[in-house]
Structure formats: C-alpha cells, structure tokens
C-alpha cells in the first residue's frame, strides 16, 4: 500500500470514529443578537457619562436657588440681590502670596467698566459689581491695603477701605506698600473703564495709616477719608493707634487732624469735609499757615445732641451739603442730621421687633429720599430700602437684598433713581469648588458601573 493510500485510509477512520457535529440553524442569529448587545452596551456607557457630567451639577446644586432673568443691559443700576463671593474665591497662596483663583482680575483686566457697589471680603479681596450686567468682579488692586492680613486684623470687621464714585466710573481704595523704609500708605482712584490709576496721595504719619473709611463728595472731586495712624509696621506685626482723618484730591493733599473714632468723615465739594463724632462737628479746612507738614490738625468743634444716637461708621452727605443721613447701631429709622442747625431728626416708623437692628446709610437718593441698609445683626441677609427723610412722608420701600457676609458696601448713588431703585440682573455664575468636582465625577462614573452591571444583568438573561 502506498503511503498516500495509508494516510486517505487513516483520515476516514478517524473521521468515521469523530463525534457527529449538528450546527443549530439560528447559530447566525444568536451571534448577531450577543454581537449587538455587546455595542448597546457600550452605547449606554458612553450615554451615562454624558449624562453624569451634564445632569451631575443640577443633582448636586441647591434645588432652591433659580436663575431669574436679567433685566435692560442697555441701562446701568444697582442690582437688587448682591451676592458675597463663596470663601475659596478669597483663597492666598501662603507661600508666595498673592490671590489664588484664576478668577481674580489683574492688570488690563480691571478695566471692568462702571460698578454699582463694591467691598471687600473677610478676607480682604475688592469685589465691585458690574453696573450694566451685574456680574461680581473680584479685583486685584495694586497694593490694596485690604490685602494685608496685619491690617485686617488691625482694623476690625466692619471697615470699608474703598469707595465708590458715585457716577460708579471711579474707585478709591486704601494703600499699603512695603519698601526699604517701611511702610508707604495713601489712596489710590482707579479708573474702572480704562482700568488705570487715575490719580494717588501717600498719607504720611507714624509708621503708616492704615485707611478703614473712604467717602467721595456729591461731586466726586474730593475723597474723605478715616484712618489709624500706627506706631510700627512690619510685615508680620502691627501696632499703636491714633485716630486719624482727612481729605485729599487729585492734586491737593488736605489737612489730617485727630479724631475720637466711630464717627464718620463727610467730603464736601469745597475742599473741605465735615468730621461727625459723637457729640461734635468738626469742619476740616486747610491748616494754618504755620502748621507744619504731616502735623495734625485741631479745628474747632461745634457740639450737637445725639439723643441716644449710637453712631456706626459711614454716613452720606446730602447733595446740598447741608444734610447728613448717619449710620446708626441699635435703630431702625433713619437718623439725619442738619450740619447748619446741629439738629436731628429721627424717623417714626420704630422697629419691627426689639432685635439689635444695625441701619447703614449707603446714599442719597434726592434731597428727600437715602438709601439705607437695615440688618438685623442676627446673621439675616440685609434689606436694601429706600427711606423718606421726612417721617411724614410715607413708610420705606424694600427694593434689594444683600447677603450677609457682604455687609456694609459702596455704592454708586447716581444710578439709584426713585423710580428705578434697583435692577433685576442673574445671580453669579460662581466656579465650582474641588469637592464638588470630586462628588460630580464619583457620582458619574457610579453611575455608569450600575448601568453597565444592568447590562451584563440582561445580557446573561438573554
């Protein structure tokens, strides 16, 4: 027998003895079915990561909290909600310092545009609200003094160390700047359209004066201010304490005089401002000719009653020059004071509840009308209210709200008008904090592992 004969003979007895193979006839179609849901189930993973990332934010938000729609951008105006930045916004980098957050605008970048309010956080940052958008700016000002954590401290929880213009087109704010020297303290007044300095004045005296309060005349040509004047200032300490104020212009340094403290600085339009303290009115002038440079000041005080009024810092000047409405602790009606007569009035409508209400006057509206903020110091959000300086007039008018950790801030008066208090603008668009970036991606790729054990659960019933 050849060998091909031997091997076609070995091949059909193994054949012959080989199992009988029956190939179902929907072999084909049970192939197709497995092969087809094995891409569905890669559709619905790729579907349950759209949808964690897309829908994950909506899940993890406040349910409470809706955007309402803006109100006429072609117009500017204040805002009837300010919203305080969240504390991260606020965050330093303690090594190197400086404002972490990329949202912080630097350089070209301030030049924002009008603002409608500004102040600063707890921990120091300037915020100024756009007045045509209402979107909250948060600024990084060259050698704010807010800046300085000494400072800060120093100074208490309540100081405003900036102000608006009231057009809203300007801002003045409190300086600080470390040299080989020391300590160079002033007020700078950025122009928020081109977003550079327009004009700045050091303050001289002791080691430095830390700014805690600004106000600009009815005008805006002149700028108080109120400060302490320190005996040593490092970068690490701070110390000693005289109560200081003044008044400055673009190119007039004016007279710094001592004062008691709580009270508030008024800037007229005549180079000149009023110093209202408990009990007394000081008209701060030019200095006598023989005063010599960087000396305080003593003008002559008038005397007024106060009638149980406990001043709190900031008061507003009324466009006359002759009235002053005054920011008050323990009240609720808005207290004015005439400057000629040294009288006050003390408006009738008493408080809605014995709590320890705090009234901050931010401006006047018309001769007859200021716009005050009444908080309840129970940690509430304030009310924004437009108040009739005559108690005969009628009852104040709600027209905004501003968070409480906000507290007292500037304001742009011109854009208040009585028919137009406050604009509707959206809230804030705040950018995510890391936590919530964690539980948004945690949540969505938890999501897709119980879609895809789902699709393995169905696929093994199949």
Known sequence: MSPENSLRDLLEREAAAAPHVVVAPDTWRRGRRRRGLKAGAAVAATAAVVVGISVGPGLLSDPNVQLRPAGPTSDLGLPDHLHAPPERMSDVDTEFGGWVRDEVLRGAELAVGPAAAAWVTPGGLPVVVDAETGEHHLLDLPDVVSADLEARSFAG???????????????????????????????????????????????????????????????????????????????????????????????VDGPVIGVGGGGAVLARN?????????????????????????????????????????????????????????????????????????????????????????????????DEHVLVLRDDDEGSDGTLSVVPVDPEAGASVDVGTVDSAVGRPSVAIDLVTLDRPTVERPDPDWPWSEERWVATLGGGALLVLLLLGLGLLLRRRA
Do not use: K
Not at 186 to 215: F, H, K, M, N, Q
Not at 336 to 362: I, K, N, Q
């Open 270 to 366: 005549d180079a000149s401002a009023y110093v209202v303290e408990p009990g007394s009115i000081e008209t701060l002038t030019a200095c006598p000719p023989n005063n010599r440079a960087g000396a305080i000041c003593a003008p002559a005080a008038r005397g007024w009653t106060s009638v149980g009024v406990d001043l709190s810092p900031g008061a507003v000047l009324s466009p006359d020059g002759s009235t002053a409405a005054l920011s008050v602790y323990d009240g609720y009606d808005l207290v004015t004071l005439d400057l000629r007569t040294r009288e006050v009035t003390v408006g009738a409508e008493g408080m809605p509840d014995p709590g320890p209400w705090h009234v901050d006057a931010l401006g006047w509206i018309d």
């Open 157 to 251: 929880a309540d100081w405003l160390p900036l102000a608006l213009s009231p057009d809203g087109a300007r801002l003045a704010y409190g300086t600080a700047r470390f040299g080989r020297d020391g300590v160079i303290t002033g007020i700078r007044v950025l122009d928020l359209t081109t977003g550079e300095g327009e004009w700045r004045r050091e303050l001289a005296g002791g080691a430095g004066i830390v700014v805690t309060e600004l106000s600009w005349s009815p005008s805006g040509t002149w700028v108080g201010w109120q400060g302490r004047q320190t005996r040593e200032w490092t970068g690490s300490s701070i110390g000693g304490s005289l109560p200081v104020a003044g008044v400055v212009e673009a190119d």
